[in-house]
Structure formats: structure tokens, C-alpha cells
């Protein structure tokens, strides 16, 4: 492949962040790589594992000659990030991100003084339970998707440069309006979550935890998550997410009433069905 982009900013080298970076190297897309964040250690890691070619500790001066910049932080302080880096920021430079709620960034960014930067929304839907950009590998996003969300204003040309790299590191490449992305999160990712961390918690209470064994482990790998992040995100996305724990509980509350009520036909047609949907799901990505 083409070299895509000459330099990319990255402000959060952690596990997405440093994916990219590793990935888009590997693949010839991007010459150089400038890193920023807080954490001058983990800085410094990025260095040593060949993530990135420099870092800063500024984030206006990381972003100086650069033709794209990702913004890797959460969907909160991303918005502060942005506002501080747009008088850094080169001519026609591509600002995108990679947090997991759109509405609201998305809106934000788009109320800004952005000038003749060209901003795109994104999200890959990919990641593990770790964080750090020691956790970060090439292959992260190989047969996983990534939502882009572009509004009317936004730079076709843009969305087109995105749209490839984003190919270009093995993503299948999904174009979503903003607030239906929040809603379809809601029901595959931030509710999960919800579900794993009161499970966990659940059996915690009880004393139960200490007989768990694999099938517990495996359902609630994700509670395993950074909670200061998923916190965020639930309050970033509560609208979609308090519907999507209306329809939980609801669904919830009709296999208690038929293990209640002892009927075995009705957990029968759910368990058939969830299965038959979920196994069908996993062919479909050549997962079975």
C-alpha cells in the first residue's frame, strides 16, 4: 500500500491508540509517528516498543506537522483536547477520534472554530480488557469494525482518507449518523459492560465467586475493564443506554416469569433462538 499519511499525531498512546500506530507502521501507511499524553513513562514505553518515533508532552507542539491527528482520550477530556490543539493544528490536517460515543464529541467538535481543519468522527469496535500502550498489537483491528460518523459538514475527501486507512490496517470500514451509532453501542457494548460488572459484583456479595470456573471467567471478561473510562461512557451515553436497560429488563423479567412459572416451551423458544441468532452471527464472521 501507499503511504497514506506523512506524519500522525496520536494524544493517548494506549492500547487503540497504539494499535493504530503499530498497525498503520506495519502496513506502510504512515511515515512517522509523534505521540503525546500525560504519562511521560508511558511515553517513554511507546518509544522503547517502537510505537512511536517521538513524543511531547504539549500537546499543541505534538500536533505541529502533522496531516492527521487521533485523539485517543476519553470521550470527556477529548473535547478540551481538540480545543487546545486546533491553533496547532497544520492547514487541511484530518482531526479524527476513537472514542466509543459519538452524539456528544461529535456535536461538540463541530461547534468549534475548526477553520480549515477537516474533523471525522470515529470508533473502532475493537480492544481486550488491557490498557497501556503495552498491550497494544499490529492486528487489533484485522476483521473488526470501524464506525465512522460523518455529519453534512463534513470534508468528503476527508472521510474517503480515513476511510482507507482505517481499510488499510484490516477494519471493516461502516458509515453510521452519530446518534444511531450511540444507540447500536448501547445495546452490543456499554449495557454488556453493566451486565458483567453487576454480575460480578453479584456473586462477590454472595461468596459465590470463589466456585467460578470457566464459563464465569469467559462471560465476565470485560468487567476486567478500566472503570474510570467505562464510567464516562455510561454517563456520556445515558439516554441510549437507560433504553437499552429498559429493553434488558424487560427481556430479563420474561425468562424469570417462566422459570417462575415452569415453563419449559417458552425458555425453550428463547434459549433456541439466542442460540440459533448467536451461532449464525459467529459463521457470518467465520467465527464457527
Given at each position: ?42 511515553l517513554e ?48 490536517a ?15 467538535v ?5 477553520g ?43 472521510l ?54 470457566g ?68 459463521r ?5
Amino acid at each position: 500500500m501507499s503511504v497514506l499519511f506523512q506524519q500522525m499525531t496520536i494524544i493517548g498512546v494506549g492500547l487503540i491508540g497504539g494499535s493504530l500506530a503499530r498497525a498503520a507502521r506495519e502496513k506502510g501507511l504512515v511515515s512517522r509517528f509523534v505521540g503525546a499524553g500525560r504519562s511521560v513513562q508511558n511515553l517513554e514505553k511507546a518509544i522503547s516498543l517502537g510505537v512511536v518515533d517521538r513524543f511531547e508532552t504539549d500537546h499543541r507542539e505534538a500536533v505541529k506537522g502533522s496531516d492527521i491527528v487521533v485523539v485517543c482520550t476519553p470521550v470527556r477530556s477529548a473535547v478540551d483536547v481538540v480545543r487546545n490543539i486546533l491553533p496547532g493544528m497544520e492547514s487541511e490536517a484530518i482531526l479524527t477520534d476513537v472514542g466509543s460515543v459519538k452524539g456528544p464529541f461529535v456535536r461538540a467538535v463541530e461547534s468549534l472554530n475548526l477553520g480549515d481543519v477537516r474533523f471525522v468522527g470515529g470508533h473502532p469496535i475493537a480492544g481486550t480488557e488491557k490498557s497501556g500502550v503495552e498491550a497494544s498489537f499490529s492486528a487489533l483491528y484485522e476483521d473488526h469494525r470501524t464506525i465512522l460518523t460523518p455529519t453534512a459538514s463534513t470534508s468528503r475527501q476527508a472521510l474517503e482518507k480515513l476511510h482507507a486507512l482505517w481499510e488499510g490496517v484490516g477494519a471493516q470500514v461502516d458509515i453510521l449518523d452519530p446518534e444511531r451509532h450511540d444507540r447500536i453501542l448501547a445495546d452490543i457494548s456499554h449495557l454488556p459492560h453493566l451486565v458483567a460488572y453487576a454480575l460480578v459484583n453479584m456473586a462477590l456479595e454472595g461468596g459465590a465467586v470463589s466456585y467460578a470456573a470457566g464459563g464465569f471467567r469467559d462471560f465476565t471478561r470485560i468487567a476486567s475493564s478500566n472503570p474510570e473510562m467505562w464510567r464516562e461512557i455510561c454517563l456520556d451515553n445515558r439516554e441510549a443506554l437507560l433504553a437499552s436497560l429498559d429493553a434488558f429488563v424487560r427481556t430479563l423479567a420474561g425468562l424469570r416469569r417462566a422459570v417462575e412459572e415452569e415453563d419449559s416451551e417458552g425458555m425453550n423458544r428463547a434459549f433456541s433462538s439466542a442460540k440459533e441468532g448467536r451461532d449464525g452471527w459467529l459463521r457470518e464472521r467465520g467465527w464457527l
